[in-house]
C-alpha cells in the first residue's frame, strides 16, 4: 500500500464536467461492471490495481462486455512493464493510465498472472484485450459532489487516499474523527455511495481481499475530504 509520490495536476489534462445531478444513492456494482474483489499481497501495487480494475469497468460499461474469459485483467503486466513507476515498491495510476495507453492496453491476468512481487516484462501485445484512449482528473478542487456526479453520469473512478489507518478497520464507516489524515499511501477504486445513519457514505473498493473490511469494501463518509479521498481522482476513458 504504497504512492510514491502525489501526483501533479498538469493543466492540459481534460477535467471532465458532470451531466447530471446525482442521486441519494448509486453503486455500479449493481450494474455488474465491477469485478471481484483483488488480493495485492505483500506487493506495494495498489497503484496498479487500482488503475487496472478502473480499465475493467470503463472497458465493461462503454465497449459492452461482461466478465468473461477476457477479465480480469492483468495489473502485474503493469507492475513488471511500467518502467516510470517502482513495481512492488510503488507508484501512482496516473503514470499507470499513462502505461496503459502507450503499451497499446492489457492482457488478460489469465495470460498474466499475478505474482505479487517484481518480475521481468513479458508483454505480449497480442493478447492485449482492453485499451485505453486516455484518462482524465474527475475534480481538481476537492469537489466530492463533482465526484458522485461524474461516477453516476459515467463509470465507477480511481481514487488514492490515506490509509494509514485502514489496516485496523473491520466495518463501519470512517468518519472526520477516525484519525483518518491526508498524506495518500494508497490507491483504491469507488464504486458508488449510500446512505448510513443519516450520513452520506462513498463505498471504496480496496485490494486487500475479501476477508478484510466489508468483505474487501470500506465505507468513508463523503462530504469532508475524509482519508483524502477526494485529492486525486482519475478515470481513463476508451
Not at 521481468?120 to 501485445?125: D, G, H, L, S, V
Request: hydrophobic share 35%; proline share 4%; net charge negative.
Amino acid at each position: 500500500m504504497y504512492l510514491t509520490a502525489r501526483p501533479s495536476k498538469k493543466d492540459n489534462v481534460e477535467v471532465l464536467e458532470p451531466k447530471v445531478a446525482a442521486p441519494t444513492s448509486f453503486d455500479w456494482r449493481t450494474k455488474k461492471v465491477v469485478t471481484a474483489v483483488k488480493d495485492q499481497g505483500q506487493c506495494g501495487s495498489c497503484w496498479a490495481f487500482s488503475a487496472t480494475e478502473n480499465v475493467e469497468s470503463v472497458w465493461m460499461l462503454y465497449k459492452n462486455t461482461t466478465i468473461s474469459n477476457m477479465l480480469p485483467l492483468a495489473p502485474q503486466q503493469i507492475v513488471d512493464c511500467d518502467n516510470n513507476d517502482d513495481g512492488c515498491g510503488g507508484g501512482d495510476t496516473i503514470t499507470a493510465f499513462d502505461y496503459i495507453k502507450s503499451a497499446g492496453g492489457l492482457e488478460p491476468e489469465k495470460d498474466y498472472p499475478y505474482t505479487a512481487e517484481d518480475g521481468t516484462c513479458n508483454f505480449n501485445a497480442a493478447n492485449v484485450v482492453a485499451k485505453i484512449s486516455a484518462w482524465q482528473y474527475v475534480t481538481q478542487s476537492q469537489d466530492e459532489a463533482a465526484m458522485q456526479q461524474f461516477l453516476y453520469s459515467n463509470n465507477p473512478i480511481s481514487i488514492c487516499v490515506d490509509a494509514s489507518t485502514w489496516s485496523a478497520y473491520n466495518g463501519g464507516v470512517i468518519t472526520p474523527s477516525s484519525n483518518c489524515g491526508d498524506s495518500l499511501d494508497h490507491c483504491v477504486q469507488a464504486t458508488g455511495w449510500f446512505q448510513q445513519n443519516g450520513m452520506t457514505v462513498w463505498n471504496v473498493r480496496n485490494s486487500w481481499g475479501t476477508d478484510w473490511g466489508n468483505s474487501g469494501y470500506i465505507w468513508v463518509q463523503l462530504g469532508s475530504d475524509v482519508c483524502g479521498i477526494a485529492e486525486v481522482v482519475t478515470s481513463p476513458s476508451v
